[in-house]
């Protein structure tokens, strides 16, 4: 029997996203917000990054990592402009 989350799925992707930000803030080898943007575009769904984007412009974090990570985020293969 599965259990019921009672997150919302806005509330997983930033808990995920602070995760990764974590785990790249205690590696030496490149700028955490590089990363996350690199682990986010190479493992979530363009739905996921869309939404996580969407996350960021509402202002549902105030992580530097994850608000720097923001603009390295691409969907559909492109890059996103600050």
Do not use: C
Not at 15 to 37: H, L, Y
Not at 67 to 75: H, K, N, T, V
């Amino acid at each position: 029997m599965s259990e019921v989350s009672e997150h919302t799925p806005d509330e997983k992707l930033l808990r995920m996203a602070a995760q990764i930000a974590d785990f790249f803030r205690s590696q030496p080898d490149q700028p955490p917000e590089e990363g996350v943007a690199g682990h986010i575009n190479d493992f979530w769904g363009y739905r996921m990054r869309q939404d996580f984007l969407a996350l960021l412009d509402r202002g549902a974090t105030d992580d530097p990592v994850l608000l720097a990570a923001g603009p390295l985020m691409a969907i559909l293969g492109t890059k996103i402009e600050a």
